[in-house]
Structure formats: structure tokens, C-alpha cells
């Protein structure tokens, strides 16, 4: 069974930055699109951004500038480098395939206090 494992969330001050991970298992990650997620108190689930195999990234118009998708494919690990961090950022933060998700992790938290 495919297997997410997000890390490296946790509770900030505005301005400061977060480097969330995801380990991903039972999947070939090389060939798959990927992306973060994320879930605020009351609201639906949205894209933050998505990263192709070959690299290529997208971002949400909400944290473009801010934040910095990577893969490492030789670790089936996904990144998310998150700087100027706001309020309006905190949520539970996912990784999955962009198109046809596979079952979600139990995500991890980011809370950015004022």
C-alpha cells in the first residue's frame, strides 16, 4: 500500500520559515507528479503547489514567492521550503500525487502565531 509520510511541520512567529518533507513509499515517485496540500480550520483542501518528474513547479497566487517545491527522486522524498510565513498559512499540510491521489497521510501541522 502506497505510504505518505509527512514531517517537519510545528508552530512559528510571522515572518519566519518552515522546510516540511515527505517520504514516499510503494510508489515509483520518478514518474509521478507531486504536490502539497493544504487544510485550513473550516475550509476545503487546497493545491499550495505542484512539482512535475522533471521538475517543473506551480504555485498557488496565495504563497508564490514564498515557497520553494523540490523532489529529491533518489530519496522518494518531496519538499516544501516555506519562508515569510503568515498567519493565514497555518493549516494540516499533505503531499500526494497532483492528478488521482492516492490515500492521504496524516499530514503535518504549520501554525503561524501573531
Known amino acids: 500500500q502506497v505510504q505518505l509520510v509527512e514531517s517537519g511541520g510545528g508552530l512559528v512567529q510571522v515572518g519566519e520559515s518552515l522546510r516540511l518533507s515527505c517520504a514516499a513509499s510503494?510508489?515509483?515517485?520518478?514518474?509521478?507528479?507531486m504536490a502539497w496540500y493544504r487544510q485550513a480550520p473550516g475550509k476545503q483542501r487546497e493545491v499550495v503547489a505542484r512539482?512535475?518528474?522533471?521538475?517543473?513547479?506551480y504555485y498557488a497566487d496565495s504563497v508564490k514567492g514564498r515557497f520553494t517545491i523540490s523532489r529529491d527522486n533518489s530519496k522518494n522524498t518531496l519538499y516544501l521550503e516555506m519562508n515569510s510565513l503568515k498567519p493565514a498559512d497555518t493549516a494540516i499540510y499533505y503531499c500526494n500525487k497532483f492528478f488521482g491521489p492516492y490515500p492521504w497521510g496524516q499530514g503535518t501541522q504549520v501554525t503561524v502565531s501573531s
Open positions: 510503494r510508489i515509483i515517485f520518478s514518474d509521478v507528479t
Open positions: 512539482i512535475t518528474p522533471g521538475g517543473n513547479s
